[in-house]
């Protein structure tokens, strides 16, 4: 009898810590299990109504098996990302999202394209990601009806050399790339939506997915930015902690979901691009080709204030154009690579602690025939916090000797390099610098403007300010 009490308290123990597992990881779905697994129509329709819609692949290698249950998985996560999309963008008044081709019957389903690749795994490592596109082009170049935009998501099973990365196309030959492919080589059996409002499970199995929305940004033909320091959310295409430190926000979205967003640039831009938009306006990408940027003036708002006491940044951007422009963007980057050399790529990446600062068409200034000046108002605390300010009617410290004892401040060695950068965007999307072209910009022309960072401290080392040269460098 009290082997079989003690058999009957361990069959209960075990059957409450299993439960206890299954909860923590796989939360049950709102939705009845038959709705979920309602059989699937023959029609098929966009969502949202008449939008264009990206195209969403499986992509197999040949010599890996097709993953179980790879549509239900993919579209539940697919879907929940375009649910992110549409409810960021409606933080900044934009009713959209991107398109998704739904079933009519059973709308957990997302019209997906199957292709098994002529290529093992061995030739699908990143840099065979060209090659790999132009297969999937080719794919749906001898599948016409299936193409429903410019824009590739592209699921791969997870194996030894996977990647998740974004590459730019131009079937056209325009010399401006208009289509994009994001490869997100991360699936897996427990690659499901399922795990969604688990924060376990995401943990456990969604680990990759902040990055595959991150990449969707790029896809969508737009550069990732960051958000302010003040900010109490995340950008998707930004970086943990706002300064620079290196942590991509993506790789949180398991973590907090609800605090990952979007900026108002990402839903600006987005607003332009295809997905976004309805087959019926008959959206064309129109490369933004004529952009000259004339010259730029930095001065201090508060200059009288000594250069600890200086935060309010205006810049005065004089450009010529004849392309159709809706706004222009002027980018702080502060590097986090100490040579110039590592941010002479023009098509390098920023390390996503850029902050974009947006002005629409209807506040540029008429200056000339096709020549117009735009400003912008940059407060230097937004990215550097103050942690002390200047006191007015003590010595300006730029101009003290470091062995002067009254100096309140000391110029250090340390140096931080930057630069702040300008894009335009055209009516439909597409910018120049095209991100898919240069993301940056070329090193010597005048989109981009390099300067420096120093630090100053305290003599007790218990309080540092960054001050930049940028007014200084460039005043004549």
């Known amino acids: 009898m009290r082997k079989n009490r003690k ?56 010599d890996m098996d097709t993953l179980k249950l790879w549509h239900k998985r993919l579209s539940g996560l697919t879907l929940n990302t375009q649910a992110f999309f549409k409810d960021n963008m409606a933080r900044y008044k934009y009713d959209k999202t991107f398109g998704l081709v739904v079933n009519d019957s059973n709308k957990n389903y997302i019209q997906m394209s199957y292709i098994k690749s002529k290529r093992e795994t061995a030739k699908m490592k990143l840099a065979d990601a060209r090659e790999m596109a132009n297969e999937v082009m080719e794919y749906f170049t001898t599948n016409p009806s299936e193409k429903r935009s410019n824009h590739f998501l592209v699921y791969l099973p997870s194996y030894t050399g996977s990647f998740i990365n974004t590459v730019y196309l131009d079937p056209s030959g325009r010399g401006v790339p208009d289509h994009a492919i994001t490869f997100a080589g991360c699936d897996g059996e427990k690659f499901d939506s399922k795990f969604l409002k688990s924060a376990r499970g995401r943990a456990a199995y969604l ?44 790789t949180k979205y398991y973590d907090i979901p609800d605090k990952i967003t979007l900026t108002p640039i990402d839903a600006f831009w987005l607003n332009e691009i295809q997905v976004f938009n309805k087959v019926s306006d008959q959206h064309e990408y129109i490369p933004v080709e004529d952009v000259e940027v004339e010259g730029v003036k930095f001065s201090w708002l508060d200059a009288e204030e000594g250069i600890f006491g200086r935060d309010s940044l205006w810049v005065e951007c004089t450009f010529r154009s004849s392309d ?34 947006l002005k629409n068409s209807s506040e540029f200034e008429k200056v000339g025939e096709n020549t117009y000046k735009v ?22 410290p730029s101009l003290s000797n470091v062995d ?36 940056k910009g070329d090193w010597d022309s005048n989109f981009r403007w390099y300067f420096q960072i120093r630090r100053y401290r305290t003599d007790d080392y218990s309080i540092n300010i960054n001050v930049p040269d940028i007014v200084e460098r460039y005043t004549e």
């Open 7 to 62: 058999w009957c308290l361990f069959f209960v123990f075990s059957v409450l810590a299993a439960a206890c597992t299954v909860d923590a990881y796989n939360v049950s779905s709102s939705k009845s299990e038959a709705e979920e697994n309602k059989p699937l129509s023959e029609t098929w329709s966009a969502s949202p109504e008449d939008h264009y819609c990206l195209n969403v692949v499986y992509y197999v290698p040949a």
């Open 375 to 396: 400003s912008f108002l940059l407060l230097w605390s937004e990215m550097n916090p103050r942690s002390v300010d200047y006191v007015p009617g003590v010595r300006d």
């Open 404 to 439: 002067d004892p009254s100096t309140p401040y000391i110029e250090t060695n340390q140096i931080c390099k930057a630069e702040i950068r300008f894009r335009f965007i055209g009516k439909g999307g597409m910018a120049c610098p095209q991100p898919g072209v240069s993301l």
């Open 207 to 250: 680990g990759s997915l902040g990055q595959v929305m991150y990449e969707q940004l790029y896809s969508f033909l737009i550069a990732g930015n960051n958000g302010l320091v003040t900010d109490s959310r995340f950008s998707l295409g930004g970086n943990i902690g706002n300064t620079g430190g290196g942590i991509f926000n993506y």
């Open 324 to 357: 159709d422009l809706i706004s222009a963007v002027m980018y702080l980057d502060p590097w986090r690579g100490l040579t110039d050399v590592a941010h002479k790529d023009p098509n390098q990446r920023t390390d996503e602690d850029a902050m974009a600062y």
